[in-house]
């Protein structure tokens, strides 16, 4: 990310009118809260009030009520939040929703979008019939309490039921990102010992088929346990289309819409696991992040509810695949207070660079996410493709995923947000299904910013003996002080490793080490500047890729850059840099030393990329995150590893062939 000095200007200021219409003020209002800063004091400073009043304020369900809201006695890391207590979050987000004489009964839960333009709308009633199938389809093979259930499938409207229904029985769901390949997959299969892996035969992406079943028999048999398989029918596939076994698999058709659409959902302790969320990382083993039906409930919804101003007219779109955490915690949050859900299969310029904005026209869209290197992409492709889309539905948007530079913060803000609709730019992680860093949006907003910790988020900026720098201003560690009700409930089956990963830096007192550098400027605002343990050593002066990245993409050439640390036999490490430029510059070396002098003088003379390469893409994943290990082991030579997650493999060609 870019220095402070490049995002010191305040671009939003929310109205009176919208501040006064907001959740969160409301909130404030009712507990004698005056500012921003009180919020966070009161929220953060007594969290187990804060995590105490909003089960009742977001009126989240309880079968049986919790004794006390939480159990600290072994510490932070190993917090029980409302012991005692029972629930299940399908009964919170589908089964109330679906009551005869809710209002929300025939609302639509969903709308659907395939990368064809087919629409599908799912109403609440028929999402909790199609729920109950699953969960008895699920009964009737053995399924229940703490057994684990896959989930590796494309972005249809089934997933939600699938989920759900998985939630109903006690299963633990483990999403799997569609687009895994198979040692990928089979990690994910094997580690939890998934009896039943819910699948297709594929998906549309850009314009072709995308076959899964292959990829899913291969895993199965690299990792045992599945004795079901499940297979959606996309493509209108038959049994001599695609490989298949008959002990094992099954259509969707005859193994769930034969079921019974009555089902009585289980109670669960508030502290049973209720998803297995892993994190690929970038060394070692895959983590298995471990969520619960009370924890991930709850901060879920209160992030939709307070972060992202729920309406109940609100349509939530955020591009996303189900394997993501991005994925469950949209369905999960919007659903607790019977939102509608927009979900879209395909590819973000197909056929053309608008789809993202027709779909906001034509679904009246009000609030979306997206990451930073997607806008950055589709800003390339020029302002006239938005033209003639009605973006006027838009209320709030939100990005996640990694740091912005200005320009593009400033594009998105007011290109696709008219200068009104705030950024609502999020960082935590899949380890807590959600958000340790989230700006409200009764606040202020500079280019770039996080905002502030969120709601009941007890975060701070520590140097490296544990010290809070926060209001020094400092560059430091992003770290919490305390737990909250989704932080993960150890490592799956590990939870030495656990330890090790996240509390290990800090241990008088107990600190969650997030990994990130932060910063807090003197207006308050709250910036991330990339991962911490991705820092480039120069001669022993360190530097974010991030920030290499941002000095780059402040000069007028460039569109996109990625930043990587080599080998370098004077200075241990040196920076080479990637670049992808804007339409009208030409690649020469005029302009490679142009950029070479630029994050010179921004970050100092020893962080001058020894190399700049001109290339026209990056490898992405499907959510738009550039693999940056696929960079640095194309340049450095080393094998790539599992790919499977790429969305454009020709990108690697791209790399190898870069001048």
């Known amino acids: 990310m870019d220095t402070l000095e490049d995002v010191d200007e305040v671009v939003h200021e929310p109205g009176e009118e919208f501040v006064e219409s907001t959740n969160v003020y409301r909130f404030m209002q009712e507990h004698g809260i005056d500012d921003y800063d009180e919020l966070i004091e009161r929220t953060t400073g007594d969290v187990e009030w804060f995590w105490d009043e909003i089960i009742d304020y977001l009126d989240i369900d309880f079968y049986e009520d919790y004794d006390e809201v939480r159990d600290d006695s072994e510490g932070p890391q190993f917090s029980e939040w409302y012991p005692g207590g029972e629930l299940n979050i399908a009964h919170n987000v589908v089964d109330r929703h679906a009551r005869p004489d809710s209002e929300t009964r025939n609302k639509e839960a969903c709308i659907w979008e395939g990368e064809d333009g087919e629409v599908r709308e799912i109403t609440f009633h028929e999402l909790r019939r199609e729920s109950n199938m699953v969960a008895n389809a699920l009964e009737e093979r053995g399924v229940g309490k703490g057994d684990a259930v896959g989930l590796y499938m494309p972005m249809v409207p089934e997933v939600i039921s699938i989920l759900y229904g998985a939630f ?20 994910r299969i094997e580690d939890p010992e998934c009896s039943v892996l819910f699948t297709a035969d ?16 291969e895993a199965i048999e690299q990792a045992g346990y599945v004795e079901h398989t499940v297979v959606y029918d996309r493509f209108g596939s038959s049994e001599e289309d695609i490989s298949w076994h008959d002990d094992r698999d099954e259509w969707w058709a005859e193994a769930v819409e034969t079921q019974s659409d009555e089902y009585d959902t289980v109670a669960m302790d508030s502290r049973d696991e209720s998803m297995i969320l892993y994190t690929s990382g970038t060394t070692g083993k895959p983590k298995g992040t471990v969520q619960t039906h009370a924890g991930q409930l709850v901060q879920c919804a209160k992030e939709i509810y307070f972060g992202f101003d729920h309406k109940p007219s609100d349509r939530f779109f955020w591009v996303s695949d189900i394997g993501w955490m991005m994925g469950p915690w949209t369905l999960i949050g919007n659903h607790a207070f019977g939102g509608t859900v927009f979900m879209y299969e395909g590819a973000p310029d197909y056929p053309d660079p608008d789809r993202f904005w027709s779909m906001i026209d034509r679904h009246a869209i009000s609030t979306f ?3 930073p290197t997607a806008i950055r992409a589709l800003r390339k492709y020029g302002d006239e493709w938005l033209e003639g889309h009605d973006l006027s539905t838009v209320r709030l948007l939100g990005s996640t995923g990694e740091p912005w530079d200005p320009e593009s913060w400033q594009w998105f803000y007011e290109n696709v947000g ?3 609709a705030p950024i609502i730019n999020i960082s935590g992680g899949t380890e807590i299904c959600g958000c340790f860093l989230m700006p409200m949006p009764i606040q202020s907003l500079k280019p770039c910013t996080l905002g502030g910790p969120g709601l009941g988020m007890d975060i701070d900026i520590v140097d490296s003996q544990g010290e809070s720098i926060a209001d020094t201003h400092e560059r430091g560690f992003l770290v919490a002080r305390d737990s909250a009700p989704s932080m993960t409930k150890g490592l799956w089956q590990d939870d030495q490793r656990y330890l090790a990963e996240y509390w290990s830096s800090f241990e008088d007192p107990p600190l969650w080490d997030h990994g990130d550098w932060a910063q807090k400027d003197e207006d308050g605002f709250w910036f991330l500047h990339g991962r911490a343990d991705d820092a480039i050593n120069v001669a022993g002066r360190k530097v974010g890729p991030a920030e290499v990245e941002g000095a780059l993409i402040d000069h007028s050439a460039v569109n996109q850059a990625a930043a990587v640390g080599v080998p370098d036999d004077t200075t241990g490490q040196a920076v080479v840099a990637y670049v992808i430029l804007e339409g009208d510059y030409d690649a020469d070396d005029d302009l490679r030393e142009e950029l070479r002098e630029q994050v010179g003088a921004e970050l100092g003379k020893p962080f001058r990329p020894r190399e700049i390469l001109f290339v026209s ?9 550039i693999i940056r290990r696929a960079i640095e082991a194309t340049y450095t030579g080393e094998d790539l590893g599992d790919m499977s997650s790429i969305e454009n493999p020709a990108a690697l060609a791209d790399l190898e062939d870069a001048q």
């Open 202 to 217: 594929g998906f549309y992406r850009r314009g072709s088929e995308v076959y899964l079943k292959d990829t899913a028999d």
């Open 369 to 371: 996410g997206i990451s």
């Open 617 to 625: 893409e990056f490898p992405k994943t499907q959510s738009g995150k």
């Open 418 to 420: 008219g200068s009104e």
């Open 168 to 187: 109903k029985v006690g299963a633990i769901v483990v999403p799997i990102f569609s687009g895994f390949g198979v040692e990928a997959t089979a990690t």
